[in-house]
Structures are given as structure tokens and as C-alpha cells.
């Protein structure tokens, strides 16, 4: 069964008077123990995507299901209890993800309050992203950094099985970045643990087994072992990818050929 399923998944932000889409007809599928890269351009979507799949809001349209359970048939409660329990989550801004008083020990085991309190794991955790010696100091004291690192040890406490990490790497060095990307494939290999992490980090996604860009609201394209597809949308409708733009710039009319295998697009001369 797949870990994320999401069927023509739609995001509106309301802002006073103002309505921005921010992801339109989103069909995705996310098996389990895949780990995944969200790419794309600031404002594509990827933020609103990962908020959704964490269950922290519901899709103004559409179906979205985690782990075969329907997001939108839960009630509040019972969303609570699904992702206390299955979800993991690393936001943007590591200290969103912390009790800055807390120890971050304490921090990690907290985080295991839905399912079974494992001391061995939160010291594996901390150890794991090169916390060993710091389990005692308060979360807010530490560096954005280590603040980062303590975050993923926190989403990783309760064994989710959905990882969602948005930019887990963007304050640190390569080599304390490259223990993050071990811990979510290794969590992946032997637990199971399907990971979705939004990255603009190359080492990150040329790390994970898949890569999915959205674009404009869109899954615009997506790569599997190093090879990059575009995505044929509801209607058909493709993406060019902007490295071809200036072939076949937006707004331009083009001839399909059919091929045996596909088609061709060119553009036509006006
Ligand atoms: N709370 C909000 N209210 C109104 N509009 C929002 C809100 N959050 C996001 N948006 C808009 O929705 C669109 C998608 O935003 P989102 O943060 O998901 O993009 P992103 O791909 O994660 O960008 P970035 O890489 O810059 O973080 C953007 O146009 C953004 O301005």
C-alpha cells in the first residue's frame, strides 16, 4: 500500500480579499520506505505540500490519503492522533520544532508521548546527529545548527512512518548535512520509514531515491536514478522545463508529431 496518496490535491490560501492557488490538481503517489526530494522554485508549493502531508492543514480540494487512511474523513482528534503517532516532522525553522527550555533529551523523548517511551533510542538519536555531549543543554541555547540536527532527532523519536523535513540542511556544514542524509536513508532501509524532505541541497537529492519538482502548483517533473521525466498532467498538459524555454518559450504555438512511442513538440513559426 502507498504511504502518501494524493488525488488532484488543490491549496487555497485565503488573505483578506486576496486568493493565491497554491497547489492545483496535485496526483502523487508515495510508497513505503521511499525516500523522496521535493524540488522547485521559491513559491512553487513544495512548503504547502509537506504542511498538508504532515496533516497540519486539509486540502481546500481533492483526496489526500496517509498511510490508506482518508485525510479528510478524520476528525480533528483523530488527525491529533495520526500524526503524534505515524508522522515526523522537521520544519523550515528548526526552533518551531523544539521546547527551547527543555533539555534536548527531553525534547526527543517528548516527542515519543503516542507510543512507547525508548531511552536507548533518544540516545541513539542524539548520538546519531552528533549530539552525544548535549543532551543536557537547554534546545534554545543551542546554535541553529544544532538546532537543526536536534530537530530530526525529534522527528524521528516516535519511529514515524512518514518523515516530512523542509530544508533539514540549510545550516549546516557538508559533513554534518551528509549524517543527516545517512540518517533518513538508514531509517528508510531498516525501519521502513518513508521519507518526503523539500531541499534545494544537490547532495540531498542526488542522496534519495526519487525526485518530484513542482512547479507553479504543479508536479511538474520527476527523476529516478539520475534520470529527469516530465509529468503528463490531468488534461495532458505537460510542463517545458525552463532549461527549454528559450526553444519553446510560454505562450508560443507548437506542431505535435506522433511518434510510435510518444510525441514530438516544435514550435511553429509564426
Ligand atoms: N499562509 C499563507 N497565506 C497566503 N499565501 C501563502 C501562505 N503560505 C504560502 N502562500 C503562498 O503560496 C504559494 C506557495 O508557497 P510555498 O511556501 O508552499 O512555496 P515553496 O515552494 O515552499 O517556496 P520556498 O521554496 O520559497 O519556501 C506562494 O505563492 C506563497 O506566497
Known amino acids: 500500500m502507498s504511504m502518501v496518496r494524493c488525488d488532484g490535491v488543490v491549496q487555497i490560501y485565503r488573505a483578506q480579499d486576496v486568493e493565491v492557488v497554491a497547489l492545483r ?16 522554485p521559491s513559491g512553487a508549493g513544495k512548503s504547502t505540500l509537506l504542511w498538508l502531508l504532515a496533516g497540519l492543514s ?6 489526500l490519503w496517509l498511510d490508506g487512511v482518508e485525510v479528510g474523513r478524520l ?11 505515524k508522522i515526523g516532522v522537521v520544519l523550515q525553522n528548526p526552533s518551531r520544532n523544539l521546547i527551547g ?3 534536548a533529551a527531553q525534547n526527543v523523548a517528548f516527542a515519543q508521548r503516542a507510543v512507547r517511551r525508548d531511552r536507548r533510542r533518544v540516545r541513539d538519536l542524539l548520538s546519531r546527529v552528533g549530539l552525544d555531549d548535549a543532551g543536557d543543554r537547554p534546545a534554545g541555547r543551542m546554535s541553529g545548527g544544532e538546532q537543526q540536527r536536534l530537530a530530526l532527532a525529534v522527528a524521528l523519536a516516535n519511529s514515524p512512518r512518514l518523515l516530512l523535513a523542509d530544508e533539514p540542511t540549510s545550516q549546516l556544514d557538508p559533513g554534518a548535512g551528509r ?3 545517512d540518517l533518513i536513508k538508514e531509517s528508510a532501509e531498516a525501519e ?13 537529492s542526488e ?4 525526485t518530484v519538482t513542482i512547479r507553479d502548483g504543479r508536479v511538474g517533473s520527476e527523476g529516478r536514478r539520475g534520470e529527469d521525466f516530465v509529468v503528463v498532467g490531468r488534461e495532458g498538459a505537460v510542463q517545458v522545463p525552463p532549461e527549454y524555454h528559450h526553444l519553446l518559450p510560454p505562450g508560443s504555438m507548437a506542431r505535435i508529431e506522433p511518434l510510435e512511442d510518444g510525441v514530438v513538440l516544435r514550435r511553429a513559426e509564426s
Do not use: F, K, N
Open 25 to 40: 490538481d496535485v496526483d502523487l503517489v508515495i510508497d513505503r520506505g521511499e525516500t523522496v526530494a521535493l524540488l522547485g
Open 58 to 63: 486539509r486540502p481546500s480540494a481533492g483526496r
Open 75 to 85: 476528525d480533528q482528534r483523530a488527525l491529533d492522533r495520526l500524526r503524534a503517532s
Open 101 to 103: 527550555y527543555l533539555p
Open 179 to 181: 549524517r543527516v542524509i
Open 192 to 204: 521502513g520509514t518513508t521519507a518526503v524532505v523539500v531541499t534545494h541541497d544537490v547532495a540531498v
Open 207 to 210: 542522496a534519495l531515491g526519487r
